[in-house]
């Protein structure tokens, strides 16, 4: 599928769909043309009618996954521009995605590429990633939720310090804080494991897998008591589907479920 200009679109697995970012002279720097690729490339999986399409892994090359917003692109622009257009809002069209997105990250993953590393469900990394948040090098400060996601992954104390130092920080530590779920042996393994984990996601009920998504992301929205009462209340909704008929059903008769996705 080429018709892209900065991403590469694929379904290298069954029910998988895989983006890569391909902008490899400039480090998969997401100007703004990328952005709206990778955008409509996401809307196109998660609207797919035949439902065809379960899981996503987003990725990048194995020396950049992104080395941040376009820095050439932004260096002109003035505060009217910037807040009259909202600029970098559209990058959170990628958190309205309902179905699952893995990223798969090698090489670097800077500013803005770590922010949207951040956005995905589930992060894997290569042994050679690079996170970090340089743009207090730059004069600015993360604009599209890093300072917001990277403390509530990692806490405040080390969130402080990689933003106000500007200093990268590896695979290992990404692991170790709990930002990224797996350090692969090399970034091929990386990209494959996502595979493999997108590969497992869509071989379940559309409903569930979406509704696990909603359940999870709603615990960074409410208090505890009120988001399992919002959790039990879609588990209950779920009795509706034909899934939930047909793999209770299956375990109770010993078969496989034939996921219907209603
Ligand atoms: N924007 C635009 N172009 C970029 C870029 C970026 N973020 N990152 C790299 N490039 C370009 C370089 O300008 C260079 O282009 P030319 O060949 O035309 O000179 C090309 O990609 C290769 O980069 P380098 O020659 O710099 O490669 P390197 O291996 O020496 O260094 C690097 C790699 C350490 C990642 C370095 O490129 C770098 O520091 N990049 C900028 C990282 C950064 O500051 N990111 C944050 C951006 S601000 C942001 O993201 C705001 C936000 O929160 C949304």
Redesign the pocket.
């Known amino acids: 599928d080429q018709k892209y200009e900065y991403i590469v679109t694929s379904t290298p697995r069954p029910g998988v769909g895989q983006i890569t970012l391909n902008r490899p ?3 998969n ?1 997401l100007c703004s043309p990328l952005m709206t690729e990778l955008n409509a490339a996401l809307r196109a999986f998660d609207r797919d009618e035949s439902k065809s399409i379960g899981a996503v892994v987003l990725t990048g090359s194995d020396r ?1 996954f992104a ?6 692109e ?1 260096k002109d622009l003035e505060f009217s521009s910037a807040y009259g257009r909202d600029f ?1 809002k559209a990058w959170s069209e990628l958190t309205e995605i309902t179905l699952p997105i893995i990223a798969a990250v090698n090489g ?1 993953a ?4 770590c ?1 949207l590393a951040m956005m995905a469900d589930i992060m894997y990394c290569g042994p050679k990633a690079v996170f970090g ?3 207090i ?2 004069g ?1 400060i ?3 939720g ?1 300072s917001q996601r990277l403390t509530r992954a990692i806490g405040k104390s080390k969130a402080m310090e990689i933003i106000l130092t500007g200093k990268n920080f590896t695979a290992e530590e990404a692991e170790k804080w709990g930002l990224a779920s797996k350090v692969f042996e090399s970034p091929e393994a990386c990209v494959n494991g996502a595979l493999d984990t997108a590969e497992v996601i869509a071989s379940y009920g559309r409903l569930a897998v979406k509704a696990g998504k909603e359940v999870v992301n709603q615990a960074y929205e409410t208090g505890l008591a009120e988001g399992v009462k919002y959790e039990r209340r879609i588990f209950h909704g779920l009795f509706a589907s034909k899934d939930q008929k047909i793999g209770m059903t299956a375990f109770a008769n010993k078969q496989k479920p034939e996921w219907s996705h209603e």
């Open positions: 002279k400039a480090l720097a950049a080395a941040g917003a376009d820095i050439k932004m970098i670097y800077l500013g803005g590429g922010e948040q340089p743009e090098k730059l600015v993360p604009g599209a890093g």
